[in-house]
RNA sequence: GUCCCUGUAGCUCAGCGGAUAGAGCGUUGGCCUCCGAAGCCAGAGACGUGGGUUCGAUUCCCGCCAGGGACACCA
């Protein structure tokens, strides 16, 4: 269903061409039409203050604007009155039956309602998490996780297909870091002689994975080289990565491995492309892109001077690698710490001839972990962090998903680990959800009851019912302005507003009733605005990643988090 | 020093150049013989600062102050 602003938007210019067609205004290039909901109810549903934008181009008062735009508006079915307001903003109200059939249409929709086609038959894909398996997951990566799926699934609901993709280095220096840490946590164990690398990661789940090895393996590897624990250990934090993110509804279609660039040659042909283009030179000993002959402050090193790459050169390489695959949408989703080297990349694949123009680069600023009213920061080669399983087990999957989400990507966020615990049973996470299980109680009981919504007359739909309607028909331009600014943040805030809309109404605007006698009629109409109310809820829901459950179920209270960390 | 992000209610945050700036938590006072009180009703409470652009600025631009991040032959 496409965004009533849009609709509203289509009448104003159509009425604003017909008037100038007509000679009731001068002729001047049309603005582009911003229709919004106002923020009060007795300003309309929608408004426009074409009037006011374009005063100076028509050459007359606003209110007189406004007057001639209104007596030139044509028929909608949706279009109720129009009303003009000084200083000449132009009012309109949803017709009225119209919006009560809305209802109707989300009954009809199901599962897909306020699906968008915009973006049928285009492709998208999506990077994020995209962390070496070194250890757990920051709360860094797990943010950027939960704004780049966010950001998937409203892609998926304008109509794109999506990639969800994971990038990750498995052969450079830290890979081999990991697996000396390993390895000597292994020879430890088995009380043979070790050396811990220096920079070592000396995290508990270092010492786990060697007794895992040691548990399958015996001492059997006692003599392998450092490669074999690098895979081994490699597979098992991935295993466990992985497993993680499936918990919180992050699911990749595509894990793309740094070395794969090596082995299909296009590191070797993105070096190659830049020399041909004179864009590439050595001095001292290393390799350098010049980047500044495309805008930026400095040349780059994309070769060492001891031959290994930088990660600059398999970054553009894969970059290249994405641009070839023809999507029509690249978003990237990047923390804060990595955000200069976003547009080097980009540089990069200019340089190589590609129009980088369909990437979008989401930035989002760094999380803060506090507990006990003190800031702590991860790290995970020191081996203090808080690992995403924990932070599920303490919060909830769900709670996860909406806190991440619901902020600003351009906010630092503090995730404050006593309050996530102290809120619990009041966080917003289940004012939305018990929007969803108070809807689905309703059609619990009208089916036990035998009530129906056949044959309902939704014209008995009263004021609140029909304002919330009109609240969750905003749903499709809430997205589409999502996906514009790279802002999913929006879904989240939104969702909370309708819930709060929705329980003042489930608390009135009952059902099923011992205290007061609800005709048949009334009951069925109802009955039918909150089969409509859970559908979106769901939608709503999951969008974000997040369940949709028919019933509340009390969690158990778990224990106080407490990170792991080891003084090594 | 340069670049990026952010300063909105006691706290955590929304807020698309429009009309009387919203929510959650907390707080004050009222509500449970009804679809799950994880709830409802009512109240108190805020745009860092100085300029500029505009019919109109929390929103855009510039300065200042404050906080966070980035400025590698680490990723």
Request: glycine residues 6%; hydrophobic residues 45%.
């Given at each position: 269903?496409?965004?009533?602003?849009?609709?509203?938007?289509?009448?104003?210019?159509?009425?604003?061409?017909?008037?100038?067609?007509?000679?009731?205004?001068?002729?001047?290039?049309?603005?582009?039409?911003?229709?919004?909901?106002?923020?009060?109810?007795?300003?309309?549903?929608?408004?426009?203050?074409?009037?006011?934008?374009?005063?100076?181009?028509?050459?007359?008062?606003?209110?007189?604007?406004?007057?001639?735009?209104?007596?030139?508006?044509?028929?909608?079915?949706?279009?109720?009155?129009?009303?003009?307001?000084?200083?000449?903003?132009?009012?309109?109200?949803?017709?009225?039956?119209?919006?009560?059939?809305?209802?109707?249409?989300?009954?009809?929709?199901?599962?897909?309602?306020?699906?968008?086609?915009?973006?049928?038959?285009?492709r998208a894909q999506?990077e994020?998490?995209?962390?070496?398996?070194?250890?757990?997951?920051?709360?860094?990566?797990?943010?950027?996780?939960?704004?780049?799926?966010?950001?998937?699934?409203?892609?998926?609901?304008?109509?794109?297909?999506?990639t969800?993709e994971?990038?990750?280095?498995?052969?450079?220096?830290?890979?081999?870091?990991?697996?000396?840490?390993?390895?000597?946590?292994?020879?430890?164990?088995?009380?043979?002689?070790?050396?811990?690398?220096?920079?070592?990661?000396?995290?508990?789940?270092?010492?786990?994975?060697?007794?895992?090895?040691?548990?399958?393996?015996?001492?059997?590897?006692?003599?392998?080289?450092?490669?074999?624990?690098?895979?081994?250990?490699?597979?098992?934090?991935?295993?466990?990565?992985?497993?993680?993110?499936?918990?919180?509804?992050?699911?990749?279609?595509?894990?793309?491995?740094?070395?794969?660039l090596?082995?299909?040659?296009s590191?070797?042909e993105t070096?190659?492309a830049?020399?041909?283009?004179?864009?590439?030179?050595?001095?001292?000993?290393?390799?350098?892109?010049?980047?500044?002959?495309?805008?930026?402050?400095?040349?780059?090193?994309?070769?060492?001077?001891?031959?290994?790459?930088?990660?600059?050169?398999?970054d553009i390489a894969y970059h290249r690698n994405k641009l070839e695959r023809g999507f029509d949408l690249i978003v990237n989703?990047?923390?804060?710490?990595?955000?200069?080297?976003?547009?080097?990349v980009l540089l990069g694949v200019k340089a190589l001839g590609y129009d980088p123009s369909c990437v979008r680069?989401?930035?989002?600023?760094?999380?803060?972990?506090?507990?006990?009213?003190?800031?702590?920061?991860?790290?995970?080669?020191?081996?203090?962090?808080?690992?995403?399983?924990?932070?599920?087990?303490?919060?909830?999957?769900?709670?996860?998903?909406?806190?991440?989400?619901?902020?600003?990507?351009?906010?630092?966020?503090?995730?404050?680990?006593?309050?996530?615990?102290?809120?619990?049973?009041?966080?917003?996470?289940?004012?939305?959800?018990?929007?969803?299980?108070?809807?689905?109680?309703?059609?619990?009981?009208?089916?036990?009851?035998?009530?129906?919504?056949?044959?309902?007359?939704?014209?008995?739909?009263?004021?609140?019912?029909?304002?919330?309607?009109?609240?969750?028909?905003?749903?499709?331009?809430?997205?589409?302005?999502?996906?514009?600014?790279?802002?999913?943040?929006?879904?989240?805030?939104?969702?909370?507003?309708?819930?709060?809309?929705?329980?003042?109404?489930?608390?009135?605007?009952?059902?099923?009733?011992?205290?007061?006698?609800?005709?048949?009629?009334?009951?069925?109409?109802?009955?039918?605005?909150?089969?409509?109310?859970?559908?979106?809820?769901?939608?709503?829901?999951?969008?974000?990643?997040?369940?949709?459950?028919?019933?509340?179920?009390?969690?158990?209270?778990?224990?106080?988090?407490?990170?792991?960390?080891?003084?090594?």
């Amino acid at each position: 269903m496409k965004p009533l602003p849009i609709a509203f938007a289509a009448l104003v210019h159509q009425a604003l061409q017909d008037a100038q067609a007509d000679g009731s205004l001068p002729v001047f290039p049309i603005p582009e039409l911003k229709i919004e909901p106002p923020k009060r109810p007795e300003h309309g549903d929608y408004a426009s203050a074409v009037a006011l934008q374009v005063q100076r181009l028509a050459g007359k008062p606003p209110m007189q604007i406004a007057e001639i735009v209104r007596a030139h508006l044509p028929d909608a079915p949706f279009l109720g009155s129009a009303e003009i307001a000084p200083p000449g903003f132009l009012n309109f109200r949803l017709d009225r039956a119209w919006l009560a059939a809305q209802v109707d249409y989300i009954l009809t929709a199901g599962e897909r309602v306020f699906q968008q086609e915009d973006g049928a038959g285009k492709r998208a894909q999506v990077e994020y998490v995209s962390a070496n398996p070194t250890g757990p997951l920051s709360v860094h990566r797990i943010r950027g996780g939960v704004i780049g799926d966010t950001i998937a699934n409203l892609l998926e609901a304008v109509g794109y297909t999506v990639t969800r993709e994971y990038y990750y280095n498995n052969a450079g220096q830290q890979m081999n870091v990991l697996g000396a840490s390993v390895q000597a946590r292994y020879l430890e164990m088995l009380g043979l002689p070790n050396t811990f690398p220096e920079n070592g990661y000396k995290g508990q789940y270092i010492r786990m994975i060697a007794a895992t090895l040691a548990a399958i393996y015996g001492d059997s590897l006692r003599d392998a080289p450092v490669e074999r624990f690098r895979q081994l250990a490699s597979e098992s934090i991935f295993y466990r990565l992985k497993s993680s993110l499936r918990r919180i509804n992050i699911v990749h279609d595509v894990f793309f491995r740094e070395d794969s660039l090596y082995e299909d040659g296009s590191v070797e042909e993105t070096i190659a492309a830049l020399r041909a283009r004179g864009l590439a030179y050595e001095r001292d000993g290393a390799l350098w892109f010049k980047s500044t002959a495309l805008g930026d402050e400095k040349d780059r090193v994309i070769v060492k001077r001891s031959g290994e790459p930088t990660y600059r050169l398999p970054d553009i390489a894969y970059h290249r690698n994405k641009l070839e695959r023809g999507f029509d949408l690249i978003v990237n989703v990047f923390g804060a710490d990595h955000a200069a080297t976003a547009p080097q990349v980009l540089l990069g694949v200019k340089a190589l001839g590609y129009d980088p123009s369909c990437v979008r680069t989401v930035i989002h600023q760094m999380v803060e972990l506090v507990e006990g009213g003190e800031a702590r920061r991860m790290s995970t080669r020191r081996g203090d962090f808080v690992e995403l399983d924990e932070l599920i087990d303490e919060v909830g999957a769900d709670a996860v998903r909406y806190f991440m989400l619901a902020q600003s990507p351009d906010t630092a966020m503090s995730f404050d680990l006593d309050l996530a615990r102290a809120q619990g049973d009041e966080n917003p996470v289940y004012r939305i959800q018990s929007a969803h299980v108070r809807c689905a109680g309703i059609l619990r009981r009208a089916a036990e009851r035998g009530l129906s919504d056949q044959n309902a007359d939704l014209s008995l739909l009263g004021e609140a019912e029909l304002a919330l309607l009109k609240k969750m028909l905003e749903t499709p331009e809430v997205i589409n302005r999502a996906i514009a600014e790279m802002q999913p943040q929006a879904i989240a805030i939104f969702a909370l507003d309708l819930a709060g809309m929705f329980h003042p109404i489930y608390d009135r605007v009952r059902v099923i009733s011992d205290q007061e006698e609800i005709p048949a009629p009334m009951a069925a109409a109802r009955l039918r605005f909150y089969k409509a109310a859970k559908i979106v809820f769901a939608r709503l829901l999951k969008l974000m990643g997040m369940s949709a459950p028919e019933e509340m179920e009390r969690r158990a209270r778990a224990e106080p988090l407490s990170a792991e960390s080891e003084s090594a």
